[in-house]
């Protein structure tokens, strides 16, 4: 039962300020986008229309804190289909992004890895300018595993023992992917994090 | 194609993970005669992690600004990277706003929209053309084909360059080296499932379990790729999948770039046809 008294009206604006937000009202809720996504085919709670009307009301607390928002594969299938171009897959990363503020803030617990997968990733950039796959792994797993270097390398050579001789053996992983590739000029892309992210 | 020269963003996975895709698309390219020069000191386009849209606009704003000082389109092998470097070439070009956002974070993102952003597929097909590759064929490439796409060649539509449902322009690559495509149109653009490799493992092993038995129905010898994170996805990841599903699939998954490659005459090992995890032997005994 929707509680009306605990709908954030406000909801919807932020979202609209959001990069990526700005189409969300023009939904009329045809489903179009939920048909055609491979997730919801696979995972039979996953429901981007739903998503979109909930947050439409205002129910702030419960999108922020559904877990499927995690799991869109940003295929872009849906904004392609869209007959209201509401650009659907930007619109699940803005409001991913709105959980991410709330649970740096405290007031939201995320049941995912994925922002913490993309911060590692952006902190590769960050560094180097280009993508260190090492660099990743080793920042993720020590993240997931509560913040433990040494656990964190368990875990990791236990997921990826087959896999990385399986690529080393055919020179994808040779002694080369141990070491970042960088850019030169590694001050521009400091900026570009500096300014972008308020860092 | 009157362009001799282009500025070459090989993307992240090209020195390590897709470096049959790099050796293959550099091998093309030279035998076609047209000079792919590497950009100096290009960066990573964000990927499908940078969620923020200021943040993608800027970092490809840098690589688009370094290929316009040297007065070149770039063009690169990976579907992400294209996509991010198009959108941002668009949005800067519409948004004068936006490019004054851009120069304020540093003088290095001072793009002014002159040259354009083009994924090695469409330079092939609609640059080259296939009048100019098909005076250049030297052997026929005898392999059943099923032609994945995936996403970001044909969706979104401010970006897509090839059609959403049924893109094509691999099918005509594919039947002009003398190959056949299976039937594989349900197929072509679902997701493989990649993005969600590290997050969520058994959903993205489910989306590529479909595209790879799908092709194996279909009667397939090899899938055809034109995005690194589809090979890692498909073709690196295949072992794990076949273990952890109790599957057997054993479905060769190669690069557009090295079939074609095959087909203009250039040596299967130039075109790194033994770097692919799943073997490609039984594809280089139906060269002719
Ligand atoms: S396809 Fe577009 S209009 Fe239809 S429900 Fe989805 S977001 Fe709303
Ligand atoms: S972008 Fe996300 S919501 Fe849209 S179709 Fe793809 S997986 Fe589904």
């Known amino acids: 039962m929707i509680k009306t008294w605990e709908l954030d009206l406000n909801f919807r604006n932020e979202i609209l300020n959001e990069p990526g937000g700005a189409h969300l009202s023009a939904c009329f809720q045809c489903s179009t986008c939920t048909i055609g996504c491979p997730i919801a085919e696979i995972v039979p709670s996953y429901n981007p229309r739903k998503i979109i009307q909930m947050s439409l009301l205002g129910m702030r607390e419960e999108v922020l804190s559904n877990p499927d928002l995690w799991i869109c594969a940003i295929c872009q299938t849906c904004t392609a289909r869209c007959p209201q171009d509401v650009r659907i897959s930007d619109l699940l990363a803005a409001i991913r992004r709105i959980a991410e503020k709330d649970a740096e803030a405290g007031k939201l617990k995320i049941d995912s890895v994925r922002p913490l997968f993309e911060k590692a990733f952006l902190h590769q950039l960050e560094k180097y300018g280009r993508l260190f796959d090492m660099g990743l792994a080793m920042e993720f797993y020590k993240g997931k595993e509560g913040g433990s270097f040494i656990k964190g390398q368990l875990a990791m050579m236990k997921d990826f023992k087959d896999f990385g001789m399986r690529m080393f053996k055919k020179g994808k992983m040779g002694p080369k992917a141990m070491f970042p590739e960088k850019v030169k000029k590694t001050e521009e892309i400091k900026k570009i994090f500096e300014k972008v992210e308020g860092k | ?288």
């Open chain 2, 1 to 288: 194609m009157s362009e001799k020269k282009l500025a070459y963003h090989p993307g992240c996975p090209s020195a390590t993970t897709a470096i049959e895709q790099d050796m293959s698309t550099k091998a093309v390219f030279e035998k076609l005669g047209i000079e792919l020069a590497e950009m100096e000191d290009w960066n990573c386009c964000g990927a499908a992690e940078a969620e923020d849209p200021i943040l993608v606009y800027a970092l490809n704003a840098r690589n688009l600004a370094i290929a316009e000082k040297d007065g070149l389109d770039i063009v690169t092998p990976c579907s992400i990277c294209y996509y991010n470097l198009a959108r941002t070439d668009k949005a800067l070009r519409e948004d004068e706003g936006l490019r004054a956002k851009m120069s304020e974070i540093d003088d290095s993102l001072n793009y002014k929209g002159t040259i354009k952003a083009r994924h090695i597929l469409d330079v092939l097909v609609n640059g080259i053309g296939m009048d100019e590759l098909s005076g250049k064929i030297e052997k026929k490439v005898n392999v059943k084909v099923a032609p994945y796409y995936g996403c970001y060649i044909g969706r979104p539509g401010e970006t897509a360059f090839d059609d959403p449902d049924d893109p094509d322009l691999m099918d005509k690559l594919i039947e002009l080296i003398g190959g056949e495509n299976v039937q594989f149109s349900s197929m072509k653009t679902k997701c493989c499932g990649g993005p969600l490799m590290m997050t969520r493992e058994d959903i993205a092993f489910e989306m590529a379990r479909k595209v790879l038995e799908s092709a194996k129905n279909a009667g397939a010898d090899c899938i055809a790729l034109a995005c690194p994170l589809c090979g890692m996805m498909l073709d690196a990841k295949q072992p794990d999948m076949e273990k952890k599903l109790k599957i057997t699939i054993e479905m060769p998954v190669v690069y557009i770039t090295q079939l074609l490659g095959l087909a203009l005459g250039i040596d299967s090992n130039k075109l790194g046809f033994n770097k692919n995890i799943v073997s490609t032997k039984e594809i280089l005994g139906k060269v002719i």
